[in-house]
């Protein structure tokens, strides 16, 4: 546990690094996005760290250090400790003797002793693991509230949902899926890998208003737009937030993003061309974010 500690501290420390770099980095025509990146990258990692001690609270994993001494002997343990240890099974030292061999008396009050220590700390175990248990079972159901959220406002704006596959290309098929049904000039040939290009072309002849997007959660730097561009363009990598505002600004178009408890959020609002209107998912499947395509509810 405190391995996992000690490392979300260091990730914690280098975000706000990263951070404040990019905030350093930001133009007045950059900054809200910028800053609205930032909020998202830290809400990221605390939910990851979150999920992370979880994790480790369920599993019963002991963390390192905290293992029973060699000398036979149980060293007393706090809550944190024993919410690392809930699997931990009830059973005593095996007894080491020769046959036949009188036990001595100190060593079986030493034994006994023993016993009692972990049977006090078996029933502090169980006792957290009931109250883990009754706190599972009260869990939001995350999913199914977003689905009942995102429902109520699209019936209230007379949308409804067009559902694209849960795939990496989720966004640029939504896309595509607003395009046929909003702009009717669109050529007939376009695909998901046409809108890949065109995002990624206007991100490399405008680089320097993305960079400060450019932020890779895995190297903690700024990745290199021509790499981030190449692999965006030729695979089926997820897309996200840059993507949507590089493809409004090439469409010449507002693109509306619908989230579950937040106001819904406009790019491009000063494009010339019609609104196309997307959903976020951001519990609601199993593959984790999506998009889907919603279209105009029939009269």
């Not at 700390?121 to 006792?127: G, H, L, N, Q």
């Not at 491009?268 to 997307?278: A, C, D, S, V």
């Amino acid at each position: 546990m405190e391995e996992i500690l000690k490392r979300h501290r260091k990730e914690a420390r280098d975000l706000q690094n990263q951070i404040t770099g990019m905030k350093k980095q930001a133009t007045k025509s950059t900054r809200k996005e910028v800053n609205s990146k930032c909020e998202q990258l830290k809400s990221d990692l605390d939910r990851r760290h979150s999920e992370e001690l979880r994790e480790v609270d369920q599993s019963g994993v002991p963390a390192a250090g905290e293992e029973q001494s060699t000398d036979g002997q149980v060293d007393e343990v706090t809550p944190e400790q024993l919410l690392a240890q809930l699997n931990l099974e009830n059973k005593p030292p095996k007894e080491e003797k020769a046959p036949g061999q009188p036990q001595e008396q100190p060593t079986r009050r030493r034994r006994n002793r023993q016993k009692e220590k972990l049977a006090r700390r078996d029933a502090e175990v169980e006792k957290m693991k009931e109250q883990a248990r009754r706190e599972a079972a009260v869990q939001p159901d995350l999913a199914k509230l977003e689905r009942q959220s995102l429902s109520e406002v699209c019936a209230k704006l007379h949308l409804h949902q067009y559902d694209i596959k849960p795939d990496g290309h989720c966004l640029f098929a939504s896309i595509l899926d607003q395009l046929q049904q909003r702009h009717p000039d669109t050529p007939q040939g376009w695909d998901v890998y046409k809108l890949r290009a065109l995002a990624c072309q206007y991100i490399r002849d405008h680089a320097d208003d993305f960079v400060p997007y450019l932020f890779d959660e895995n190297t903690m730097s700024v990745r290199d737009v021509d790499e981030y561009t190449t692999e965006m363009e030729t695979t089926a990598v997820w897309g996200g937030e840059i993507e949507i505002l590089a493809l409004a600004k090439a469409l010449d178009c507002p693109i509306s993003v619908l989230i579950s408890g937040s106001a819904t959020h406009r790019v491009n609002e000063q494009g010339q061309r019609p609104e196309l209107k997307i959903v976020y998912y951001k519990h609601g499947y199993s593959l984790g974010e999506h998009y889907n395509s919603l279209r105009d509810a029939p009269l």
